[in-house]
């Protein structure tokens, strides 16, 4: 069985300032752990993943995320907002040849 | 590469009218495929999925039906829709070679009135 919690169902920060997503997840199995993005009326696309290569794993538009295995955690960081990166944020767990199962997701406001 | 498309991407349809959407996945075979739906300020909810021809999981009990009539073609349908049926729907097909990855269509939205 596995499963993502998404903490925060909204967070809001200023241009130019750090952006801290947060996802803790449960599975029974070593994990494949993934961040997606949603831009109003579009499909999800995919910002990164982790599967079971390097614990710090770079994506797309600056983001990154580190996989913590002690704190079953997986959040996604970028440095500096940039009022593009508004949208809503996806976690999601799917073990190899399991289904994948996606969080609740996170919008992200970026204030000027 | 690998494309997914969705189709029809905007649908109005009234109480108790069928419905059909459908998805094909190019550049790849044998993949798993997936349906969610998006409801308005929800998540993403899987409705079915399915690991090869002819076999579909259902994940919630419903007035949906899928099914996968070739390799890399998945189909939403309902005799009846209902007004809960309304939302976002999204076709999406995962690579076992990159660990599962999933990759999602362009969404469809279906409105019932």
């Known amino acids: 069985a596995q499963s993502v919690t998404q903490l925060g169902s909204h967070v809001s920060v200023s241009e130019g300032a750090l952006v801290l997503l947060r996802c803790n997840y449960s599975?029974?199995?070593?994990?494949?752990l993934f961040w997606y993005v949603q831009y109003p009326n579009q499909g999800l696309q995919l910002l990164l993943k982790?599967?079971?290569?390097?614990?710090l794993v770079k994506g797309i538009n600056g983001f990154e995320a580190e996989f913590k295995k002690s704190e079953t955690s997986f959040h996604l960081t970028k440095p500096s907002a940039h009022m593009s990166d508004a949208a809503e944020y996806f976690c999601a767990v799917g073990p190899l040849y399991q289904k994948v199962t996606f969080g609740t997701g996170t919008k992200l406001q970026v204030i000027p | 590469s690998q494309t997914i498309h969705q189709w029809p991407a905007t649908l109005v349809q009234p109480v108790g009218s069928p419905l059909s959407l459908e998805c094909t996945v190019e550049?790849?075979?044998?993949?798993?495929l997936y349906w969610y739906r998006q409801a308005a300020g929800r998540g993403l909810q899987l409705l079915f999925y399915s690991v090869g021809i002819g076999q579909i999981s259902s994940e919630v009990p419903q007035n949906l039906s899928a099914s996968r009539p070739q390799d890399r073609q998945f189909i939403l349908s309902s005799k009846k829709l209902l007004l809960s049926d309304s939302g976002f729907y999204l076709c999406a097909w995962g690579d076992r070679a990159a660990g599962n990855t999933i990759y999602f269509g362009e969404g469809s939205w279906l409105t019932v009135v």
């Open positions: 982790y599967t079971s290569a390097a614990t």
């Open positions: 550049g790849t075979s044998n993949p798993n």
């Open positions: 599975s029974s199995v070593p994990p494949y």
